[in-house]
């Protein structure tokens, strides 16, 4: 079984059936033409029958034949269950980033999600087959979007440590100037004074490159779900 494609897949299913006797006259098979257009009237709720082909080699001089079955897997289940939620919190994951760091929420919603996702792709190793010759499409989306998620983390972590604060001058009910501190949620913006540091600016180039991952997982996604189809 090849996942690659997965949800998507199309699978050949290949029977040989030999009877290993090559003297002709001994045992042949016969198969009536009306059996090589008969489809199963079973309906399975995981897979769709595309095609079958039967073809009896005049090599083997009757004694073998070639039954092929091909088969497109129904992704109905495994988008609600596994892609749909995940394209719910690669969004949440955006979302993330644009949180205020002095909320103290942000690095534990990072990783909660990074979590969740981990949790994803173990659940979906359960409906493959051990294979290291190919990777899932669905396993690759997986890794890209944790790898946007752990920018994201790394980012809020950078921020709570390296976040200014600048000062408000306000008076108090004697009438005196109290210096009061106020964080801005961005690092390196001032609300009186914006400027950019070298920590704003590590700040926005993750989260660049983390839209960016976000951005071409989710097209290759698409493209993989449009594009499915089964050769016949």
């Known amino acids: 079984m090849n996942p690659e494609d ?3 897949d199309c699978q050949t299913c290949f029977v ?3 009877y290993g006797i090559k003297a002709k ?5 016969k198969v009536p033409d009306y059996f090589r257009n008969t489809f199963p009237t079973y309906v399975n709720h995981v897979w769709s029958l595309v095609s079958t082909s039967l073809e009896v080699p005049d090599t083997n001089a009757g004694t073998a034949f070639h039954f092929d079955i091909v088969l497109k897997r129904k992704p109905t289940y495994f988008v609600f269950i596994i892609v749909v939620p995940s394209v719910i919190l690669s ?3 955006v ?3 644009f949180i205020p760091a002095e909320e103290g929420e942000k690095i534990g919603c990072g990783m909660t999600i990074l979590l969740t996702f981990m949790v994803f792709q173990t659940q979906m190793a359960d409906y493959l087959p051990e ?3 190919v990777t899932p499409i669905i396993g690759l989306y997986f890794m890209m979007i944790m790898a946007s998620c752990s920018l994201v983390t790394i980012d809020s972590i950078i921020m709570s440590n390296h976040i200014p604060a600048s000062n408000i001058t306000t008076e108090n009910d004697e009438g005196e100037g109290v210096q009061k501190t106020e964080d801005t949620g961005f690092v390196g913006i001032k609300k009186r004074a914006p400027r950019l540091n070298r ?3 590590c700040h926005y180039t993750l989260g660049a490159i983390s839209f960016l991952i976000i951005a071409a997982a989710h097209v290759l ?3 993989k779900s449009v594009s499915a189809s089964c050769a016949s």
């Open 6 to 8: 997965f949800p998507y």
């Open 16 to 18: 040989r059936l030999n």
């Open 25 to 29: 006259g001994y045992i042949q098979f």
């Open 91 to 93: 969004v949440v994951t």
């Open 95 to 97: 979302a993330v980033y």
């Open 131 to 133: 294979n290291s010759d």
């Open 199 to 201: 920590w704003s600016l």
């Open 221 to 223: 996604l698409l493209e």
